[in-house]
């Protein structure tokens, strides 16, 4: 077998990565460069022009205007200048640059901040949403996108690097939702946006320095290196603080992101009954915060057992801690029936809450007539002492209801019945004050007492 030149194939692979023949002279790129740090006239017009047409467009929540505003957008040059004048040395530029890039960032703050005070739609929609949670992605996206804008910049083949770039950067998005947030008030816009914005600066700028140094670019100032390098050291330090919220971001996404599929799996998994099927399921965590709600159509489960035995199978899955709700039949309060993904179940689900309706009717009415009738049957006991010192004459009383048939009409009605044994006589009187006695204590209007046996000598009206 013949032995391989590995020098041979290090210096062939590495061939592939020769800029030499590629790269435009240093001085062209640097006029390119120099040209789009400038904000002044047609600039800063196209500049408000492209704010306003970004705004529109997280207004409408339409991806494509947002598009074409980041490809008409000249905010990029300042933040490249920045990114050159440190690879270079240039410390004028720096400062001209950094400057270009705040007036730049004020007018288009206050240009989307003037249109979302004036526009009738202020809903937060997904475009605007997704300005605001920036993570250790967008720190890479700006960092390669940089990288990408400055290698396009100082060779001979342009293709669709720059436009690609302006859009994978985004950087005008952000800025209008930084406006946004100001114009309704609303900090979490404001900081989040604000933040991807900075994130994206940052690390183009970085990416141009670095790619200065790849093509090797000749330092413009070689009087005062200390300098140089505590600039470079600014940059980076800025550049590590940067990142490091996105990190902290990243991984409470991850943390939420895995959550979510744990919930998923535990809910595919553990929630399979026999005549009873999961409808929905929503996990949150917020907060530090985890609860996950259960929708179940169908035959109706025992809520206590159900929730304890799905409780102890959470530390499975790695959710142990989280709130669990279940709602079934008439515990369905809350319950949005268009989060059903199927007509089929929305259908099922509102038959089968129909007929639980229904159900529920029928025993509520069944235990209010269970209700009177136990009260009726400890009513006597109860009032017996009242009646002993009130109506000495009363010996025995029960009191109940019965159901009466018009021979006629055969109608029924229900009457209430104070059946009453007596020790004595009464007069009229006495009977009359104790049916009005037994209808006021029994709240029962009207009564009818019947004797029991014929020892009163006066009739009972």
Do not use: W
Not at 127 to 140: G, Q
């Amino acid at each position: 077998m013949k032995n391989i030149d590995f020098q041979k194939l290090k210096t062939k692979m590495f061939g592939y990565f020769d800029l030499n023949g590629y790269l435009i002279p240093q001085s062209e790129a640097e006029t390119a460069i120099r040209e789009g740090v400038s904000f002044r006239g047609i600039n800063i017009i196209i500049l408000i022009v492209a704010i306003f047409i970004a705004s529109l467009g997280l207004n409408v929540n339409s991806t494509a205007v947002i598009i074409g505003a980041m490809l008409i957008s000249p905010l990029m040059g300042p933040i490249i200048g920045i990114g050159l004048a440190v690879g270079i040395h240039d410390f004028d530029l720096i400062k001209r640059s950094f400057r270009n890039l705040m007036m730049a960032t004020l007018f288009s703050v206050a240009t989307s901040c003037v249109y979302f005070l004036i526009s009738p739609v202020n809903e937060g929609h997904s475009e605007l949403l997704a300005r605001t949670s920036p993570t250790i992605y967008d720190v890479f996206i700006g960092f390669f996108g940089g990288a990408a804008g400055i290698l396009a910049i100082g060779s001979k083949i342009k293709g669709n690097v720059i436009p690609g770039v302006a859009i994978a950067t985004a950087l005008m998005p952000p800025l209008c939702t930084v406006g946004y947030g100001i114009a309704t008030l609303q900090l979490n816009y404001f900081l989040g946006a604000l933040y991807l914005f900075f994130i994206n600066s940052v690390f183009i700028a970085c990416a141009t320095t670095m790619g200065v140094k790849l093509m090797k670019y000749h330092p413009k100032d070689f009087t005062n290196p200390q300098r140089a390098h505590k600039v470079r050291n600014v940059v980076y330090t800025i550049a590590f603080l940067t990142m490091l919220p996105a990190c902290y971001l990243t991984v409470n996404m991850y943390k939420e992101n895995m959550f979510m599929s744990n919930c998923d799996r535990f809910v595919d998994q553990q929630c399979n009954f026999d005549g009873t099927q999961v409808l929905s399921h929503k996990a949150v965590m917020k907060n530090g915060r985890k609860s996950l709600t259960v929708s179940l159509v169908g035959r109706i489960l025992p809520q206590d057992s159900l929730l304890l035995a799905l409780t102890d199978k959470m530390n499975d899955y790695h959710i142990a801690g989280t709130k669990l709700r279940i709602i079934q039949g008439d515990n369905s309060s809350g319950f949005d029936v268009t989060q059903a993904t199927s007509s089929m179940l929305r259908d099922m689900y509102q038959v089968t809450q129909s007929t639980i309706t229904r159900q529920q009717e029928i025993i509520d009415s069944l235990r209010a007539s269970t209700a009177l009738m136990a009260r009726n049957d400890t009513m006597s006991a109860t009032i017996s002492p009242e009646i002993k010192i009130l109506f000495p004459n009363v010996k025995e009383i029960a009191i109940t209801r019965g159901i009466a048939s018009d021979i006629d009409s055969r109608r029924l009605d229900t009457i209430n019945v104070a059946l009453v044994e007596y020790s004595g006589p009464m007069s009229t009187a006495q009977t009359q004050k104790f049916r009005e006695y037994l209808e006021a204590r029994l709240n029962t209007h009207p009564i009818t007492i019947v004797t029991s046996k014929s020892l009163v000598t006066a009739p009972l009206k």
